[in-house]
Structure formats: structure tokens, C-alpha cells
């Protein structure tokens, strides 16, 4: 989160006009999901279970991911003891979370089945460099992976077919010039956030071998993609060049990425998403969607679980 308040400081040279091209709609109530004192970040779902990352008041640079049944309940820690944990999402059709686990100064890439309580490793994933930021769907993961050469840090971001654990690359950032940051991943389609000078989002068609940008206005942010291949609909955030400044939540077809967007719901002045965001099967709507993201408070670093319910309505 702090990486993209830096840029769009950084990208305040511009003058912060926004461009609203999106066709307006009834706004969506955002609800919320898990609070407290600490911040909660990376929030997925799978109509039985939630999961998320969160720090503690007394650990606020020390992230565990944990998991809540929608229903209510204890929560469960998923990642090891002593080891450090951000969410990925839940393996369709399980009770699985794909997360990222730091321990010993190596990271890697984790599964942990909420039924048996037992981690294991995704075959393919895991080397002797940085793994991180992982999404997953029935057939393949997406993930990035960090090395050095020369002294300057290279982060490539991946895609693996889950039959075959053949890697695809779908491309390079040099020494954090540019962030990279996974949206989803499905069956047809894989989505990214390049976070530099400009925020864009990325759809990766995998069945065609293509990437495609989503066009972005003038002085605007776009980021915290995910993809419903049901209807292919791609949903994500646009701001403008600073924190809490005009965030829309939108929707186009990921047919025609070029189209006019819907604008499906807004937040108040000085209230963001995080780079991650999600889609789940809402808690009581058959066949409906929520978007859930992190509603972070951008004056105070306050960051709760909220969603947008019914997103497909």
C-alpha cells in the first residue's frame, strides 16, 4: 500500500483532473466484512470460508493470513508459527488457500486445506529465489518471483499451467522502477497491476498468448483488477493521482476493454483500495458476486475488509 501512495505522490506533476467516462449506475452500499484494531489486507472468498492477511497493534510489520467461515466463528491461522503470511486466494471448488509464507529469509508459495489443517507446496512453483504474490484457479497459479543480477533487482511474473507445470513469462520489472501486482487468475483470462510513473492494469488472454492494456485516462489510476469469466466482466478500482481521491469502482467487458465503463459504486473522499481485491459468491444472493477489497483510511492507515455486494447484479 505504501509502494502506491509513493507514485502517486510522485505522479502529482500532472495536474489532478479526473476523467469520468465510466456510464453511472445505482452506486453499491459497501459492507463490511472483518475489522479491528489492526490493519487487514488481500481479502478472498469462496461462499463458505473468507481469508485475509492482517498485522497486529503490537506486530504492525508482522503479517499472519487467517481464515473465518462466513457463517462466523473462531478464526484459524494458516501460515506456519514464526513464519510471516499474505493471502493469495482459495483453489476453486475447495476449502484451499494459496498464500505466500516467509521463513528463514526465503519465501515461498503455500497451500493450507482448511478441512485437514495441513500446509503443502503447489508442484513447480517454489525455487531458491523471492516467490510472492500468488492467485490460483482450477488450472493454473499465478505468481511473480524475484532475483538479482548485477546488484539490480528483477521481478518476472508467471503463469503456470497446473497439468503440465509449464511456466509461462508474461513479463519483467527492473529494481522496483515498477511494481507488480497480481489481480486474478482464471481459466480464460489472468489480470496484473503495473504500479510505475502510471498505474495500469493488465488482462492476460491465456488461451491466445496476449496481453492487453485497459486503457486509462488522462491523470488516473487504475488497479485492484479481478476477472468474473462467467459473464467476462473485468471489475476494478480507478482514482485519481492520490490517495482517496475520486475512487470508482468500474466494470467493462473484457471483450472490448476499450468500452465506455460502468460505474458501479464510489468511496468517500479520503478512503482507497488496495492493489488486491477479489471476487466471491455473495453470502446471500444465489449466483450473485461481491467484490471484496481493503477499505484503508489513507490520513490514519486504518484498513478493514468491506464489500460491494452483488457486483453482477
Same mark, same amino acid.
Given at each position: 500500500m505504501r509502494l502506491r501512495r509513493f507514485i502517486k505522490v510522485l505522479a502529482i506533476? *500532472?495536474? =489532478? @483532473? #479526473? /476523467? @469520468?467516462?465510466?456510464?453511472?449506475?445505482? =452506486?453499491?452500499? !459497501? @459492507?463490511? =466484512?472483518?475489522?479491528?484494531? $489492526?490493519?487487514? #489486507? +488481500?481479502? #478472498?472468498?469462496?461462499?463458505?470460508?473468507? $481469508?485475509?492477511? *492482517?498485522? *497486529?497493534? /503490537? +506486530? !504492525?510489520?508482522?503479517n499472519d493470513v487467517f481464515a473465518r467461515m462466513v457463517s462466523g466463528g473462531a478464526i484459524v491461522k494458516v501460515n506456519a508459527p514464526g513464519s510471516v503470511g499474505f493471502a493469495g486466494g482459495f483453489d476453486p471448488g475447495t476449502n484451499t488457500v494459496i498464500y505466500q509464507q516467509i521463513s528463514g529469509g526465503r519465501s515461498d508459495i503455500y497451500l493450507y486445506n482448511l478441512d485437514t489443517k495441513k500446509r503443502s507446496v503447489p508442484p513447480g512453483v517454489n525455487s531458491s529465489k523471492w516467490e510472492y504474490r500468488p492467485r490460483i484457479s482450477a488450472t493454473h497459479i499465478l505468481f511473480a518471483r524475484e532475483r538479482k543480477v548485477r546488484g539490480l533487482l528483477y521481478t518476472t511474473a508467471y503463469l503456470e499451467d497446473r497439468s503440465t507445470l509449464a511456466l509461462v513469462e508474461l513479463g519483467t520489472t527492473k529494481d522496483k522502477a515498477v511494481g507488480y501486482y497480481s489481480g486474478s487468475v482464471g481459466d480464460a483470462y489472468a489480470t496484473y497491476t503495473l504500479a510505475g510513473a502510471k498505474q495500469n492494469v493488465y488482462v492476460y488472454d491465456i488461451g491466445a498468448g496476449t496481453r492487453h492494456k485497459v486503457p486509462l485516462p488522462a491523470r488516473s489510476a487504475q488497479y485492484a483488477s479481478a476477472v468474473d469469466e462467467t459473464t467476462g466482466t473485468l471489475y476494478f478500482a480507478r482514482s485519481r493521482l492520490a490517495c482517496g481521491a475520486n475512487v470508482r469502482l468500474l466494470a467493462v467487458p473484457v471483450s472490448s476493454l476499450s468500452a465506455t465503463a460502468t460505474r458501479l459504486a464510489a468511496l468517500p473522499k479520503g478512503i482507497d483500495v488496495d492493489f488486491a481485491a477479489s471476487l466471491a459468491p455473495d453470502r446471500t444472493t444465489v449466483g450473485g458476486l461481491d467484490y471484496l477489497f481493503t477499505r484503508y483510511v489513507c490520513k490514519s492507515g486504518g484498513a478493514d475488509i468491506y464489500a460491494f455486494p452483488d457486483v453482477n447484479a
Open positions: 506533476v *500532472s495536474a =489532478l @483532473v #479526473f /476523467a @469520468v467516462n465510466g456510464t453511472a449506475v445505482a =452506486l453499491i452500499t !459497501p @459492507v463490511k =466484512l472483518v475489522g479491528g484494531k $489492526a490493519a487487514q #489486507f +488481500r481479502p #478472498f472468498g469462496n461462499g463458505t470460508w473468507y $481469508a485475509w492477511d *492482517s498485522n *497486529s497493534v /503490537a +506486530r !504492525p510489520h508482522h
